[in-house]
């Protein structure tokens, strides 16, 4: 009969351990922050871009980014990005027309069409909370 007993407490002990592994593992499922939105400049929804976060205090998760296609962007929260205050990057870069080296007929120039307000010196920020968020941005060019 003892056996039986010591049989039924290491079987609770493991349900116990199961149980409490579960919760823990559940502890960080709402953490994650997703982000999505529309993105346009002077009116006409951007494509061919990209959106980058970047965490602007220590602590954060590291920056996430995302295509821009027809103007729609989305970051899903398996990304990394956590919550908090964010710097906001959107960057859209065209082929020139003429060739950067004329030695080298394979490298050709390349034109920011994003103000730079809008990427290296972006003044665009954007608060992120935990769960769903949507962040829209109408871009001036001028």
Same mark, same amino acid.
């Given at each position: 009969?003892?056996?039986?007993?010591?049989?039924?407490?290491?079987?609770?002990?493991?349900?116990?351990?199961?149980?409490?592994?579960?919760?823990?593992?559940?502890?960080?499922?709402?953490?994650?922050?997703?982000?999505?939105?529309?993105?346009?400049?002077?009116?006409?929804?951007?494509?061919?871009?990209?959106?980058?976060? /970047? +965490?602007?205090?220590?602590?954060?998760?590291?920056?996430?980014?995302?295509? =821009?296609?027809? &103007? #729609?962007?989305?970051?899903?929260?398996?990304?990394?990005?956590?919550?908090?205050?964010?710097?906001?990057?959107?960057?859209?870069?065209?082929?020139?027309?003429?060739?950067?080296?004329?030695?080298?007929?394979?490298?050709?120039?390349?034109?920011?069409? /994003? +103000?730079?307000?809008?990427?290296?010196?972006?003044?665009?920020?954007?608060? =992120?909370?935990? &769960? #769903?968020?949507?962040?829209?941005?109408?871009?001036?060019?001028?």
């Amino acid at each position: 009969m003892r056996s039986v007993l010591d049989h039924g407490n290491i079987a609770n002990r493991a349900y116990l351990a199961l149980f409490f592994l579960i919760a823990l593992a559940g502890c960080d499922r709402g953490s994650g922050a997703a982000v999505n939105g529309t993105v346009t400049l002077d009116g006409v929804p951007l494509d061919e871009a990209t959106i980058t976060f /970047v +965490p602007e205090t220590g602590g954060q998760r590291q920056a996430a980014w995302a295509p =821009i296609a027809g &103007g #729609k962007y989305a970051i899903d929260s398996s990304s990394g990005l956590g919550s908090g205050q964010f710097r906001v990057e959107i960057r859209a870069v065209r082929s020139g027309n003429e060739k950067a080296n004329p030695n080298d007929p394979t490298l050709m120039t390349a034109k920011e069409i /994003v +103000p730079s307000k809008y990427n290296s010196n972006s003044e665009l920020s954007t608060e =992120i909370r935990p &769960g #769903k968020n949507t962040a829209n941005f109408d871009l001036k060019a001028r």
